[in-house]
C-alpha cells in the first residue's frame, strides 16, 4: 500500500490570492491525480499529472486556474490560482497501488473569504 | 463514458444490524473494476471494498460484502452489524482496466451518507 502525504489539511484565503498544496507519496508512481470535492458533494478528478510531461486536464479545468508540477516520481503540487469563493471545496490527491486501487492524501480543505 | 449513479442520499441504520447501499454504473466495457470507498469527517478516502469485473463470485471483507450484478450493472454493499465507526459518506467507484486510454482514474458516484444510530 502506498501512504500518501498531503498538506496543508486546511486553509482560509483571500480572494485573488493563490494556494500551492503539495502530496507526497512513499514510493514511487507514474500518474498522480487530483481531485477536487465540492461541499457535500462527490469527487471530480482535475488531472492527471505524469512526471516529466505536461497534466492531462478534465473538461472544465484548465492549466491557468489549476498549475500543476510533478517533479519527480513522488511528489506533486496543485496551485489553485486568482481563488474565488467557488473554489471552496476539499482537494484531494490520490496514486494508484499496485493493479487495481488507488489511494488518497489526506485532503486539503480550501475557505476562500 | 462510464457514469456510476448512487440514488440513495442518504440512509440511516441501527447499530448492529444490516444495511444495503445501492450503486448503478453504465459501461461499455466488459472487463474493469469496481469499488466502495468511506470517507469519514476527518475527509480520508478509505477503501472498503473492491471487485473484478471478470470474477463472477462477491468480494467480502470482513462485514462488508457486495452483491455484484453484473447483467443488472449494479454494485450493491452490505455493511452487516453495523458499528457506529461506520457512519461515514461511502462513495461507489469504476476504474476502467484499459489504463493506457484512461489511466487509473475513478469515476464516482454522488454518495451515500450513512448515520448509525446507537
Known amino acids: 500500500s502506498a501512504v500518501i502525504s498531503q498538506k496543508p489539511s486546511r486553509d482560509i484565503c483571500q480572494r485573488g490570492t493563490s494556494l500551492t498544496i503539495q502530496c507526497q507519496v512513499d514510493?514511487?508512481?507514474?500518474?498522480m491525480f487530483w481531485y477536487r470535492q465540492q461541499p457535500g458533494q462527490s469527487l471530480t478528478l482535475i488531472a492527471t499529472?505524469?512526471?516529466?510531461?505536461?497534466?492531462?486536464?478534465e473538461s472544465g479545468f484548465v492549466i491557468d486556474k489549476f498549475p500543476i508540477s510533478r517533479p519527480n516520481l513522488t511528489f506533486s503540487t496543485l496551485t489553485v490560482s486568482n481563488m474565488s469563493p467557488e473554489d471552496s471545496s476539499i482537494y484531494l490527491c490520490?496514486?494508484?497501488?499496485?493493479?487495481?486501487?488507488?489511494?488518497f492524501g489526506q485532503g486539503t480543505r480550501l475557505t476562500v473569504v | 463514458a462510464q457514469t456510476v449513479t448512487q440514488s440513495q442520499p442518504e440512509m440511516s441504520v441501527q447499530e448492529a444490524e444490516t444495511v444495503t447501499l445501492s450503486c448503478t454504473y453504465d459501461?461499455?466495457?466488459?472487463?474493469?473494476?469496481l469499488f466502495w470507498y468511506k470517507q469519514p469527517p476527518s475527509r480520508q478516502m478509505i477503501l472498503v471494498i473492491r471487485?473484478?469485473?471478470?470474477?463472477?463470485q462477491n468480494a467480502t471483507e470482513n462485514r462488508f460484502s457486495v452483491n455484484f450484478q453484473k447483467a443488472a450493472k449494479s454494485f450493491s454493499l452490505k455493511i452487516s452489524d453495523s458499528q457506529l465507526g461506520d457512519a461515514a459518506m461511502y462513495f461507489c467507484?469504476?476504474?476502467?482496466?484499459?489504463?493506457?486510454?484512461?489511466?487509473?482514474?475513478?469515476?464516482f458516484g454522488a454518495g451515500t451518507i450513512l448515520r448509525v444510530k446507537s
Open positions: 490520490s496514486a494508484p497501488g499496485g493493479d487495481t486501487e488507488a489511494f
Open positions: 514510493s514511487q508512481v507514474t500518474m
Open positions: 499529472a505524469n512526471q516529466g510531461s505536461e497534466a492531462t486536464y
Open positions: 459501461t461499455s466495457e466488459s472487463d474493469y473494476y
Open positions: 471487485q473484478e469485473a471478470y470474477k463472477q
Open positions: 467507484a469504476y476504474r476502467s482496466v484499459r489504463a493506457w486510454e484512461y489511466g487509473n482514474k475513478l469515476v
